[in-house]
């Protein structure tokens, strides 16, 4: 008898000469060197890990050999678990030869559908449901055996030692899993394990002449001889033996390729022990602008971006949370992988991606978030921005960082203007901040740095709530100005009002800006290159934008507006006026000026920004912060974390032995966001027009269409995918995969979620 893993995917019989089933045997040995092969790039030394990721491929689809699971294969019909039967084998063995107790492969195993499980609980958890199916995994045994000669080589000898400890437990089963469900879903689709070099010597090379091309187009000064110093601390800290480095620069120092530089020269040292660089940039700034920027140096087909929405599903939680439902995950729908949407794997040698994908990646339970958690192993991850980490995660987050650091071979470069105060001071011991001197300092004189890189004053306004069209006055009596607000529909009627004011106040209305989340990618780059332009060449322009334009955007403004919100934030706006630094070297002084406002309708996103936004008020009511006060930003940042805040320990307890490692609860609880958001194509352009017609005759999203589309994207929060429903149509019933109609795109605000009359008969 044959025993089959997959059916044909044109829906073939089993005895047609052109159909393409495969046999359960071929399938679990091919998964099972797939995933030793990833574990072995993701550990080279660590031997049981690899002869575990092994074990995982071989008992993976071990309940494929139920009478019950071959008929519904055949006919089509019916429903039969088949993943909890090797789970069952991994923890209870299979005789006198084979009897392990292996928890990290029961759990991988149970979750490569499903997702992984709670270790104890109700009828989910893995203790229940091996439990349950005990007995009938002993029953497949012997015809396993007979049909799979790996197998039976497994599950007749001693299983191999497993050494990991309680504190890594949780990290090494995720990696675990990761191996299996990449090697899985590989074999599925019929696709191999790529692995891209990463050549840092090369990139490295071609970096280092870049910024020699920039470096003669540069005028001298203060600002390009501050660069330059920070680039050499830069290449010289890649000889750093510690993993865990802070590149504290003000904004405008420099930081997007120096701290690039760093990590390729470690890489390009040590070309053994790292595969790949993964640049992490919070969710709120345009990623788009630094991975355009790293294609140019290196080549488009080099960087893959890979931003923080999804196609899923939202199911509400608790009334105003969001988590993805199960929809992808249904054990009983196993074919579903070759028809889903191709998840990226970060088979790439250049990763761009949002904070919120990295850390909700690591911290999932799902198989296509923790899918590409093993190529993150062995990797130097340059963290952007990093005081943008949500505090009341920060247990968790800085104990994984600390885990891929010491035990899979990965450095970070925490890199910004503002360092958060992620060491406990020694007055608090038991903070579940990092020891001090667990971070080293890449610079070797961050204060002559700090002091030599202020070109702005700041002015606290905060006295006199602002009206919008009061604010937009005083813009347009500029000749170039800039405005920092703190949430969207803020921005639209802050632009609404300059466009309306403009041809009054004879301000040019084409040189009157808008930028947001609610335009794409395309969009948005392509409006920063027209405000760049006009910049340069000294025309009107007035932008107003929401936080996105604070963190790599490459801007300068001799004046900078910004509605009170939290103290980082302000100076990375800051960073935006006088960035080059001309103003100041003219005037010698710094002559940029940037001017912090109080709303009249002060409205805030939720939770710590609200309250980031209260100490920052606090503070400036005391002594009016500059930029270059190391003192400022390390009170704030020591009240933000220190003065009775939730940094996240319940849901580090999670990751524990004590609270038995409950992987779905973890995930359930885990959001580095209050607010998933959904993925909407929007027909920007005739690229994006064309990418979606091809989307609509091929009616799933292939790795090519995803490479066409990823700058065509919007994120809906859930409460703004319902009202923009109206606007919105599905590629094909169930896909989850949406797009805007072409009247509900603007070019000057991007999606609206409503048509005017005119638009129908557009």
């Not at 229940?128 to 497994?154: F, G, M, P, T, Y």
């Not at 790529?194 to 840092?200: G, V």
């Not at 390729?264 to 990623?287: E, G, M, N």
């Not at 505090?391 to 925490?414: H, N, Q, S, T, V």
């Amino acid at each position: 008898m044959t025993f089959w893993a997959h059916s044909d995917p044109s829906g073939l019989p089993p005895g047609n000469p052109s159909a393409k089933w495969q046999p359960l045997s071929q399938h679990l040995e091919n998964v099972a060197r797939l995933a030793r092969r990833l574990a072995e790039l993701a550990a080279p030394s660590n031997k049981c890990f690899h002869n575990m990721a092994q074990c995982c491929g071989l008992l993976h689809d071990f309940g494929k050999y139920n009478d019950a699971f071959q008929t519904m294969i055949i006919t089509g019909k019916g429903r039969c678990q088949h993943s909890v039967h090797g789970a069952a084998i991994a923890y209870f063995g299979a005789g006198d030869g084979f009897s392990p107790k292996a928890l990290h492969v029961s759990l991988a195993v149970a979750g490569h559908h499903a997702g992984l499980p709670d270790i104890k609980g109700g009828e989910s958890s893995l203790d229940s449901r091996i439990n349950e199916h005990r007995s009938q995994a002993s029953a497949l045994v012997a015809c396993a055996i007979a049909d799979c000669a790996e197998l039976k080589k497994l599950l007749t000898n001693p299983f191999p030692k497993i050494d990991t400890t309680n504190e890594s437990f949780d990290l090494f089963t995720r990696m675990l899993f990761s191996c299996l469900v990449d090697a899985d879903r590989l074999d599925t689709a019929g696709r191999p394990a790529i692995q891209q070099p990463l050549d840092p010597a090369g990139l490295l090379g071609r970096l280092l002449g870049h910024l020699r091309s920039l470096s003669q187009k540069t005028p001298d000064g203060f600002v390009k001889r501050a660069r330059e110093e920070v680039l050499q601390d830069c290449l010289a800290a890649g000889e750093f033996p510690e993993r865990l480095l802070s590149l504290t620069v003000p904004t405008g120092g420099g930081k997007t390729f120096a701290s690039m530089a760093c990590a390729l020269q470690r890489a390009a040292i040590r070309p053994d022990a790292y595969r790949r660089i993964i640049v992490v940039i919070p969710y709120l700034s345009i990623i788009e602008q630094n991975a355009e920027r790293y294609e140019l140096v290196f080549g488009r087909d080099a960087v893959l971006e890979h931003h923080s929405g999804s196609f899923d599903r939202l199911r509400e939680r608790n009334g105003e949370r969001y988590v993805p439902s199960s929809g992808e995950q249904d054990e009983n729908n196993y074919e579903a992988v070759r028809f889903h949407p191709e998840t990226e794997n970060w088979d790439s040698p250049l990763i761009v991606t949002t904070s919120v994908r990295f850390f909700e990646s690591l911290f999932s339970n799902r198989p296509s978030d923790l899918r590409r958690v093993h190529n993150i192993a062995r990797s130097v991850v340059i963290h952007d921005e990093v005081q943008t980490l949500p505090r009341r995660l920060l247990a968790p987050l800085l104990a994984m960082i600390k885990e891929l650091a010491d035990d899979w071979g990965c450095a970070f470069i925490f890199s910004t203007a503002t360092q958060p105060a992620f060491q406990r001071p020694p007055s608090a011991p038991h903070d579940s901040r990092w020891e001090p001197g667990t971070i080293k300092e890449i610079i070797r004189r961050p204060e002559t740095i700090r002091s030599s890189l202020k070109r702005v004053n700041i002015q606290w306004e905060l006295e006199q709530p602002v009206l919008w069209p009061d604010l937009a006055r005083r813009m347009l009596a500029e000749r170039q100005s800039l405005a920092v607000v703190n949430v969207r529909d803020h921005a639209a009627e802050l632009f609404d009002s300059a466009v309306a004011q403009a041809l009054d106040q004879d301000f040019d209305p084409s040189g009157v800006f808008h930028l947001s989340t609610r335009m794409c990618a395309a969009h948005r780059l392509h409006v920063l290159k027209i405000i760049s332009q006009r910049l340069r060449d000294n025309l009107p322009c007035c932008v107003v934008s929401t936080q996105l334009i604070e963190a790599g955007v490459d801007l300068d403004f001799p004046i900078v507006f910004r509605a009170l919100g939290p103290l980082d934030a302000i100076f990375q706006a800051a960073g935006r006026a006088d960035r080059e630094g001309l103003l100041t070297e003219q005037l010698g002084y710094p002559g940029g000026r940037v001017v912090v406002f109080l709303p009249k309708e002060h409205r805030l996103p939720p939770n710590e920004y609200t309250e980031a936004t209260g100490k920052t008020e606090a503070l400036a009511r005391e002594f009016s912060p500059q930029v270059d006060s190391n003192e400022a930003i390390q009170r704030y940042f020591e009240r933000y974390y220190g003065e009775g805040g939730d940094l996240g320990e319940n849901l580090q307890a999670l990751r524990t032995i004590e609270k038995h490692f409950q992987f779905a609860t973890l995930a359930d609880e885990f959001e580095m966001i209050s607010h998933r958001t959904r993925d909407v194509f929007v027909p920007y352009d005739e690229q994006a027009r064309d990418a979606i017609e091809d989307l609509r005759v091929i009616k799933r999203l292939t790795r090519d269409l995803r490479k066409r589309l990823q700058r065509y994207v919007v994120g809906l929060n859930p409460n703004e995918f319902a009202r923009a429903k109206g606007v919105l149509y599905q590629i094909l019933m169930g896909s989850e995969l949406w797009v805007a109609v072409e009247q509900a795109y603007s070019d000057t605000k991007g999606l609206h979620f409503t048509l005017a009359t005119e638009d129908y008969f557009a």
